[in-house]
């Protein structure tokens, strides 16, 4: 390991302690600001973490989500919590094992289409069973779990996806996504076994996101189909990662966290033109910042050492 | 890693640490003294707009003007004028959360007034509860109203539970069935989500204690564009009742496929959205005697009032059940206000325990579970209005009337 | 024979859906997350004729269509040209038109709520039944069909007879050779945006006959429009009308036969398989 490794290790620990001094503000305005900007971290970064290298766009993260959901609110009364964190990670990992199984022959859009019809199908079949086996009415999980847990908790999940992301950059896994990533058909040709290391990563993607799903669970208190499958974790999910730059492993937390704030300000200032508001900047974004905020940088950095140089 | 990278993630992080702390000077608004802040979330985009833009946000503007044009709240200290605070909670609960909190920390607001829909408003409870909001629920049908209430001291519930809903509509065709006006056979379809499956598991042993055949029993998914099979499908059981737990967009949906269909039963409910004036609007005399959830005594002079009063001030028509309900909600929030006198939450929680209110629908009261005992439970279209046939305990109920045909 | 009927009417209601996008994504390369609030625009304007001034949707076609067309072809020129030209490879554009029209999706949610509120609209229209073999079915839905072949036929013979139709095919084919043989691949790229967004909007209309639509329901019919032109394959008018009806047919077919709980599980799942042994949808080609 290398000096400038574990300084940056120490910066990012340092960082995380940061973070994780938030509740005792006290203010539940920010506790409740901060989950949601800590698993839409911990979701974008997981996601990344298989589609940064790869350049596979997955919409799938809301059926994984609702799938760990929808396994602590089936299981809350019967199986202890932490147990049921362990089902989520292995229900979500096994499915996206399936998935990742399934669609290595589809690559670009059909991929992402792919996904997206997958999603909605594990959410309807996951309603249809409910509606007829699982006897109950609504499910309900009430627990005494408050916001403050739930932020340390998608906290503490955060680091542990940071630190796999950064080992997984370190291994072969990680050498053989990258070159995956430029050129399949190289990779393949280079002895590296592509679809193993696709399919792996994407169940460290799509566990993690279960795992999301369960943590938020006690927060929602009340699941239906609707909230826990919500297509639109997925697209925000994608959105964020692009925005921040999905190439790096820090890339995606930098567009959640602006992205979040942005959001919760056209929230409360335009309450009622939110949404036109929320277009224009997203256009804005899209047309000012083309390779996601760390490219900007990336650019910002290089001119200035290109000037200092010169 | 690099030196380069390095330098990177220091800039990258000073870029993201700036936008944190120059956030709250933004969203902080300013506080002003003297009004009384109401808080309200609740959908204007996402999948219950719909719902919420018929039955929730009028009411609430028409209260709010309502109040102020008497002068204000009239406290202890002289009146106070109410400034309405309004969030959009896209549907989503985390929205709904995260408003609950701002309206709490960052508006300041005196009174946070419960959002709209079963989920977002359970999935709000806890944040009401812990900041010690009172939360006067209306659009919550749920049989867990004594657990969440136990959980939940400050949680108030006006519209219902599920079970009495499916009570009163298995009631209905079994009294049909009893005088000998249609035979025993139900066909029962439910949308496939949290309300509709709720009333559909309560329903079944329900329609069958009262001596119901349920001989078609199917769900369809939300968001099914072609409901001709689901209906074609109860049509060939021979039903003498249709009982559809339905939501909005299939609810009009299944009204136009049974006429397509000539679905001929002497008793047709469906459950949300039924008793709106869109669906009269858009079907006209078809719909005469179709039954839906809700309903309200619309010959009551103070109905009559309130809806023209809704009607004037919002542009719009209030619905048949939960629109008056609504405002009732905050006629009994400001009675209470009143009575203590100033914004003091936790009294105003005790008061609402204890005392009833005179509203548009009549005295509420809750009860020790801080439930709503008495409310309507079954509309029925007749002659271009939604009469309330069945309630716990309101007055004003008509006859029930039988389907004929859809001309 | 009902299933079979139903199921049809069903799926000329998905073409409808699903055409215009087709012609975007095909030939301009635009994956147009905003195509199912201009479909919802399209209902809201036919909504709106016909309330305010009793014109029929069927008539109100030749107003919506026009309009339609104008818009989506300034959307073009403004928002996705600068895309298109600074994209480096096919795979970004792509990356790049998901994000700008996903922010175009919200900012039309946001003008049609400012416009027409979040309230349900719907009205009867031609909701009288016809009979077909002995069974009822809603007379909009038939003509909506009708529409929709219509629609299919004249963009078939179009494509495949007129000279700036086998441009299209062309450019859909080959951006960079249609450029190589003097085709403007530019002109023609907004031509079929503006094109698609057309059917779409005039695909709304006709839907708004028989469906509740609101300012926020879009993204359902988003979603049910990208699976059905991938299932037929992305470029190919053909292939999505097989898809349509294959998927309007399942769909009534599980509905009637087995659960309605099930159809869209069922319909996802027939889009998986297909996926999954024809990985480039019904009628498309392997794109290198």
């Known amino acids: ?310 | 890693m690099k030196r380069r990278d390095a330098l990177k993630l220091t800039t990258a992080t000073t870029l993201a640490a700036a936008g944190t702390l120059a956030a709250p000077a933004i969203l902080r608004s300013t506080r002003a003294a003297g009004p009384i802040r109401i808080g309200a979330v609740a959908p204007k985009t996402g999948p219950l707009a719909g719902g919420a833009t018929v039955s929730h946000w009028p009411n609430i503007y028409l209260w709010v003007e309502q109040v102020n044009a008497r002068g204000g709240l009239q406290l202890a200290d002289g009146p106070a004028m109410v400034e309405l605070i309004e969030y959009d909670d896209q549907t989503n609960p985390g929205e709904t959360i995260q408003a609950v909190q701002r309206l709490a920390n960052q508006d300041d607001a005196h009174f946070i007034l419960a959002p709209y829909g079963t989920g977002l408003n359970i999935a709000a409870a806890p944040i009401f509860d812990r900041l010690g909001y009172p939360q006067i629920a209306v659009t919550a049908i749920t049989d867990q109203i004594e657990e969440l209430a136990g959980n939940f001291p400050n949680m108030f519930f006006t519209l219902g539970s599920t079970t009495a809903f499916a009570s009163a509509v298995a009631e209905i065709v079994a009294g049909l069935r009893d005088s000998g006006q249609i035979g025993n056979r139900v066909a029962m379809v439910n949308v496939a989500d949290a309300f509709g499956i709720e009333l559909a598991a309560a329903g079944r042993p329900i329609f069958e204690a009262a001596g119901l055949e349920i001989v078609y029993d199917q769900s369809y998914p939300l968001g099914t564009q072609d409901l001709s099979p689901v209906v074609r499908g109860a049509k060939d059981s021979q039903p003498d009742a249709f009982v559809a737990w339905s939501y909005p967009p299939d609810t009009f949906g299944l009204a136009e496929q049974a006429m397509i269909e000539d679905l001929d039963v002497r008793a047709f409910y469906s459950a949300v959205a039924t008793c709106f004036p869109a669906y009269r609007d858009r079907f006209g005399a078809s719909i005469n005697n179709v039954l839906g959830a809700g309903g309200v005594n619309p010959t009551d002079p103070r109905f009559q009032e309130y809806a023209a009063a809704h009607q004037e001030v919002t542009g719009q028509e209030p619905d048949y059940w939960a629109s008056a309900t609504t405002y009732s909600s905050l006629q009994i929030l400001e009675q209470a206000i009143e009575a203590i006198g100033e914004p003091d939450r936790a009294g105003v929680s005790e008061y609402l325990k204890a005392n009833t209110f005179d509203t548009v629908l009549g005295d509420i009261a809750f009860n020790e579970h801080n439930n709503n005992e008495r409310y309507w439970t079954c509309g029925q279209w007749q002659d271009g209005v939604f009469h309330g046939v069945a309630s716990t305990g309101r007055e004003g109920a008509v006859d029930v009337r039988l389907k004929e045909g859809w001309a | 024979m009902d299933i079979l009927i139903a199921g049809l009417l069903l799926g000329g209601t998905y073409a409808l859906i699903a055409m215009g996008l087709n012609l975007q994504y095909g030939v301009a390369r635009i994956m147009n997350l905003a195509n199912g609030e201009l479909l919802v625009a399209g209902g809201f304007a036919a909504f709106w004729i016909y309330t305010s001034g009793q014109v029929s949707p069927l008539a109100a076609i030749v107003l919506v269509a026009p309009a339609a067309f104008v818009l989506n072809w300034l959307i073009y020129r403004v928002m996705l040209r600068p895309l298109v030209n600074r994209a480096r490879s096919r795979g970004q554009l792509e990356v790049d038109s998901i994000l700008a029209t996903f922010g175009l999706s919200f900012i039309l949610v946001g003008v049609m709520l400012a416009i027409f509120g979040g309230d349900y609209f719907s009205y009867s229209y031609l909701a009288t039944p016809v009979t077909l073999f002995g069974s009822n079915f809603g007379l909009n839905r038939v003509v909506a069909f009708l529409m929709a072949s219509l629609i299919a036929l004249a963009l078939f013979l179009w494509l495949n007879l007129s000279r700036p139709g086998m441009a299209i095919r062309a450019v859909s084919v080959s951006p960079e050779s249609a450029q190589l043989v003097g085709i403007d691949v530019r002109r023609l790229s907004a031509l079929a945006f503006a094109l698609g967004g057309a059917v779409t909007a005039v695909g709304g209309a006709l839907i708004s006959t028989f469906l509740t639509l609101d300012a926020s329901i879009g993204i359902l019919f988003t979603m049910k429009a990208l699976i059905i032109v991938i299932m037929g394959g992305v470029g190919d008018i053909r292939g999505t009308i097989v898809a349509a009806l294959i998927l309007g047919l399942a769909e009534t077919l599980v509905a009637t036969v087995i659960d309605p709980g099930l159809t869209l599980a069922a319909a996802y799942l027939m889009f998986i398989l297909i996926l999954l042994f024809r990985p480039q949808g019904l009628f498309g080609r392997r794109t290198l």
């Not at chain 1, 973070?19 to 974008?44: E, F, Q």
């Not at chain 1, 630190?163 to 995956?180: H, T, V």
């Not at chain 1, 297509?231 to 992205?259: D, E, H, K, N, Y």
């Open chain 1, 1 to 310: 390991m290398s000096q400038a490794e574990i300084r940056n290790l120490l910066v990012a620990a340092a960082l995380l302690c940061v973070a994780a001094l938030l509740p005792l503000t006290g203010d539940g305005y920010y506790i409740a600001l901060g989950v949601t900007i800590a698993m839409y971290t911990v979701l974008a970064t997981s996601w990344a973490l298989f589609s940064g290298p790869t350049h596979y766009i997955s919409l799938a993260t809301a059926a994984f989500y609702g799938l760990g959901t929808y396994t602590v609110a089936l299981g809350i009364d019967v199986v202890p919590y932490w147990l049921l964190l362990v089902i989520a990670l292995v229900v979500g990992a096994v499915a996206a094992g399936l998935v990742g199984l399934a669609t290595l022959r589809l690559s670009g859009v059909y991929f992402v289409i792919f996904t997206l019809g997958l999603a909605e199908m594990i959410r309807q079949v996951v309603t249809w069973v409910q509606n007829n086996f699982a006897g109950h009415r609504g499910l309900y999980v009430l627990t005494d779990i408050t916001e403050e847990i739930i932020y340390w908790e998608l906290l503490g999940l955060a680091a542990l996806v940071f630190l796999a992301g950064w080992l997984i950059n370190r291994s072969r896994l990680g050498f053989a996504l990258r070159i995956i990533g430029n050129d399949e058909v190289v990779a393949a040709h280079s002895g590296i076994d592509t679809a193993r290391a696709k399919v792996l990563l994407f169940m460290v993607s799509g566990g993690v996101a279960a795992v999301v799903g369960a943590l938020m669970a006690p927060r929602w208190t009340y699941i239906e189909p609707s909230l826990a499958f919500t297509p639109l974790i997925s697209f925000t999910v994608v959105i964020m990662a692009l925005l921040g730059g999905a190439g790096r492993l820090w890339g995606p937390v930098i567009g959640v966290v602006p992205f979040a704030i942005l959001w919760e300000i056209t929230s409360a200032q335009f309450p009622n033109q939110r949404s036109l508001l929320l277009g224009i900047a997203f256009l804005l974004i899209v047309y000012a910042i083309p390779n996601g905020i760390i490219g900007r940088v990336e650019d910002l950095v290089r001119r200035v050492r290109q000037r200092r140089e010169a």
